[in-house]
């Protein structure tokens, strides 16, 4: 999943993959990408945030858990265990989210450098 700043200021967001056609040896692997830090965090079952945005471009690789997150416009998307967020909404109205389960938040943030690629195929 990626979510952006749209020309209209508001978060919007769209279904993908990572392309994983890196490699010419028949194992698939993503072309890399530059990355600032990495770092893990937990939230607690029942835990939502409001209106924010992404701090930073960064990957949100979610562990465990399962989400809703919401765009000003109503429209919403479920994260789960495994899904992998490009967030790219780092200004604008931003998006909430809320765990919808009975599982802790748990996920890896990914940071990426300033202007680095991401092969993140829409579709």
Do not use: C
């Not at 990408?33 to 990957?59: C, D, K, Y």
């Not at 000003?72 to 994260?79: A, M, P, S, V």
């Not at 200004?91 to 996920?107: E, F, I, M, N």
Request: proline letters at 3%.
């Amino acid at each position: 999943m990626r979510i952006w700043t749209g020309k209209d200021g508001q978060s919007h967001f769209e279904e993908g993959k990572i392309d994983l056609s890196g490699r010419s040896d028949g194992k698939l692997r993503s072309a890399d990408m530059n990355v600032n830090i990495a770092a893990m965090q937990e939230t607690a079952v029942g835990g939502t945030f409001s209106w924010h945005n992404a701090p930073v471009r960064q990957l949100v690789i979610t562990l465990s858990g399962t989400l809703e997150f919401a765009t000003r416009e109503g429209k919403t998307f479920t994260i789960a265990p495994g899904d992998i967020l490009l967030a790219e909404d780092t200004a604008g109205g931003g998006h909430t989210w809320k765990l919808v389960d009975d599982d802790p938040w748990r996920r890896v943030y990914v940071v990426l450098e300033t202007g680095a690629a991401v092969p993140f195929v829409a579709g």
